[in-house]
């Protein structure tokens, strides 16, 4: 049990089900000792009833009493009947027809056959339901001719209609059991499926949060981390610099050091803060000279020209501080000494245009660069990509001819007032 067959599954309870649209039990979950003890006992309880009536009609009938049948075959065939419903769950219909034919012969045998009915009627298939129906109806009329129980003429349709009533009282216990069978499977399968989408979902969240999270550390920590490498490495192998040079590299240090401990304290204060809590503000598109002026107090030769008309989105304006930041971070480990142009460039209801264009490494510090290189995670130009994408842009980067390297990106600038209108 429990493996995937092509239209028909089952779980390892036992119970197994169609894919047809209408859900079917074939095996209901098996019993404890105590639900099939009571079961049995009503069973017994109501035969006992039609058996001690039948036993008065009797001795009315026949002074010299019941007979030996009465006593002793009728009562062991009822024990056969009850001891067979310990397998009505697994062969229902062959136990059920068995037990109601056997009630013919036994009247303490039809709570027996009334319980085997309801069995059947739990899997809601109105054929086999009707068959023994039928047994059960007929089994009653031969019960009454067995014991040759005198009865008036015109009362055949008492005969008829009490074994019917009887009957259908069964049917309908058992139809609403296999119903409440049926929904409360379909309602564990939905928690069950809700509880493994959820799962997925929290799991999906999680990662999307640790993505974003490393992107956050790099781009927060590479950049001024890169800087405070190369200018302790222009420090470290530069035996020419004046003091008030030397100074100079030793307070940007200093400073990069601090301002890297506080934008990584800002980065955990937001891991550790209350959902409700709104994050602080992000640098945006107007933070780029600030940016630029700190890579030049570092040592780097960086030009910046600008023609954006207007303030863009917040999401592009991000992302676009991002681009120039990771720009930066790659010119100051891979090529020392370099000139870096950025520009930038857009207007409303276009695109917002930002490149990073360094040259190649000068040899002075690039021989300083292979003693000293600057740490490299590798995964920059990746987490800049899955920015760019998530803002719905397009990032490129390559070598230039010169062996050079270029770092461009395109991202949307949406008109506003176009979109209200819309």
């Known amino acids: 049990m429990g493996r995937r067959r092509i239209g028909l599954w089952s779980d390892p309870s036992g119970a197994r089900f169609r894919d047809n649209g209408r859900v079917n039990i074939d095996l209901a979950p098996r019993l ?15 035969g006992s009833v039609a058996w001690l009536a039948t036993g008065v009609l009797l001795a009315r009938e026949h002074p010299a009493g019941p007979g030996s049948w009465f006593l002793v075959g009728d009562p062991l065939v009822a024990l056969g009947c009850l001891t067979a419903l310990l397998w009505r769950r697994r062969l229902p219909l062959a136990v059920a027809t068995a037990v109601t034919i056997a009630s013919a012969a036994s009247t303490l045998a039809t709570g027996a056959a009334l319980v085997a009915l309801g069995s059947v009627a739990t899997r809601r298939r109105p054929v086999e339901t009707g068959v023994v129906v039928v047994a059960y109806v007929a089994a009653s009329q031969f019960a009454v001719a067995f014991y040759s129980v005198a009865s008036p003429p015109d009362s055949w ?89 030397s100074r100079v590299l030793v ?30 503000p992000q ?9 630029v002026a700190d890579a030049r107090t570092s040592g780097l030769d960086v030009t910046l020209t600008t023609t954006v008309t207007g303030t863009p989105p917040d999401v592009a304006g991000r992302t676009c501080y991002r681009v120039v930041q990771e720009g930066l971070t790659n010119a100051a480990k891979h090529a020392p000494g370099a000139r870096v142009h950025i520009t930038l460039e857009g207007e409303t209801g276009g695109e917002l245009g930002v490149g990073v264009r360094n040259s190649p490494a000068t040899a002075t510090a690039a021989t300083a660069a292979t003693t000293a290189h600057p740490p490299a995670s590798g995964f920059g130009l990746l987490g800049l990509t899955e920015r760019v994408d998530l803002a719905g842009g397009s990032l490129s980067h390559h070598p230039a001819p010169d062996h050079g390297y270029v770092l461009t990106a395109q991202l949307p600038w949406p008109n506003p007032t176009h979109e209200k209108r819309t």
Do not use: C, K, Y
């Open 157 to 245: 349709w008492i005969r008829l209609s009490f074994p019917a009533l009887t009957a259908g009282i069964a049917v309908a216990v058992g139809t609403a059991v296999g119903a409440r069978r049926v929904e409360v499977r379909s309602l564990r399968e939905r928690a069950e499926s809700a509880e493994r989408e959820q799962t997925a979902r929290a799991a999906q969240a999680r990662a999307l949060e640790r993505n974003r999270i490393a992107r956050e550390m790099h781009d927060v920590l590479a950049h001024r981390i890169s800087l405070v490498a190369m200018q302790a490495g222009v420090l470290d192998h530069r035996g020419d610099l004046g003091a008030e040079e």
């Open 251 to 280: 307070r940007g240090i200093a400073e990069g050091s601090h301002q890297a401990l506080e934008e990584l304290r800002d980065v955990l204060g937001v891991l550790r803060a209350d959902p409700g809590v709104p994050e602080p």
């Open 283 to 291: 640098p945006s598109i107007e933070r780029i000279p600030d940016l």
């Open 32 to 46: 404890g000792w105590w639900q099939q003890t009571w079961r049995l006992t009503a069973a017994a309880a109501v």
